[in-house]
């Protein structure tokens, strides 16, 4: 499985921006699948999950009604369209997929596979 995170960058507080995640090497359709964040010196934390077939989504509480998650199954890709930006949603992204018959979407061990991460710098 290959993963490839992509659209981080630098952007002021209030901006907007949007992630992508291209899948290739298993079937993508049938993974649920997740994006974290993680600030320098900290651990990977939750943000957003999407199950395979985009019928069900997760965030945590500190991105509601800011980001939403996205598929498109046929296109082999998911997304994190990130509005109304704050410095603490700095960090490094990663998307993952969820390991099948795993519990708990929101932790980082649920996921087997990940992507190489994409920098998001929001500035004041």
């Known amino acids: 499985v290959q993963l490839q995170a992509s659209g981080g960058g630098l952007v002021q507080a209030g901006g907007s921006l949007r992630l992508s995640c291209a899948a290739s090497?298993?079937?993508?359709?049938?993974?649920?699948m997740g994006w974290f964040r993680q600030a320098p010196g900290k651990e990977r934390l939750f943000v957003a999950a999407?199950?395979?077939?985009?019928?069900?989504?997760y965030y945590t509480d500190s991105v509601k009604g800011r980001f939403t998650i996205s598929r498109d199954n046929a296109k082999n890709t998911m997304y994190l369209q990130m509005n109304s930006l704050k410095n603490e949603d700095t960090g490094v992204y990663y998307c993952?997929?969820?390991?099948?018959?795993?519990?708990?979407?929101?932790?980082?061990?649920?996921?087997?596979?990940w992507g190489q991460g994409t920098q998001v710098t929001v500035s004041s």
């Open positions: 993952a997929v969820r390991k099948l018959g795993s519990s708990g979407a929101r932790t980082a061990r649920s996921y087997d596979y």
């Open positions: 090497g298993r079937t993508f359709r049938a993974s649920d």
């Open positions: 999407v199950s395979w077939d985009g019928g069900s989504t």
